[in-house]
């Protein structure tokens, strides 16, 4: 590929990240489910965040990610310890970027986004055992308070996205984005 035309790729897959950002930052305002220690089912705001991997590939994906993680830290996020921070902002919004690693796949789009909501799962478990374990229930172990309190919002938003991407309109249309960039 020429430079001039890797330029413009470029330029586009900016523009693209920028406004499934601003996207899924808009969606993610719409909170269905809040969570009392942090955490919300949204309008869908983690598909639109995944969709940057998924048009524009696994490093395009990863860095909006990371910048979404960003942005919810400075709109409104939960900081109790650095580690705890990157754990829950940077890092798990940077693995939904992982769905780029499945756009090429016939049915990358269900495993990218599985796999990318699977990835910030972790990292917002492995961040929840650790910095908010002390607030599961008597007698519940720590473990198992951080992967229901996760599933309850993480869980719930994402088998709602499967659902609205099992509607013909909505998965065709996304295909036919992905075809046109």
């Known amino acids: 590929m020429s430079e001039n035309k890797n330029r413009n790729r470029n330029l ?3 523009v693209i990240c920028a406004a499934l950002i601003a996207l899924s930052i808009a969606l993610n305002q719409v909170k269905i489910i809040h969570m009392p220690m942090g955490g919300s089912v949204t309008l869908f705001s983690m598909l639109a965040a995944t ?3 998924y048009f524009c590939g696994p490093k395009w994906g990863i860095t909006a990610g990371v910048a979404l993680g960003l942005l919810n830290i400075v709109i409104g996020g939960y900081i109790y310890h650095p580690v705890q921070v990157i754990l829950d902002y940077p890092l798990a919004f940077g693995c939904l970027g992982l769905s780029g690693f ?3 796949d016939n049915k990358g789009l269900y495993i990218g986004y599985i796999v990318a909501v699977c990835g910030r799962f972790i990292c917002s478990f492995i961040s929840g055992y650790i910095f908010f374990g002390s607030y599961a229930p008597e007698g519940m172990n720590p473990v198992v308070y ?3 309190y996760q599933l309850g919002y993480l869980g719930v938003e994402a088998v709602l996205t499967i659902f609205l991407l ?3 309109v909505v998965h065709n249309n996304i295909y036919r984005l992905k075809e046109q960039l």
Request: positive net charge; glycine residues 6%.
């Open 166 to 168: 099992a509607v013909p």
């Open 146 to 148: 951080s992967f229901l």
């Open 12 to 14: 586009q897959y900016m």
């Open 102 to 104: 499945f756009s090429k």
């Open 51 to 53: 969709l940057a991997g």
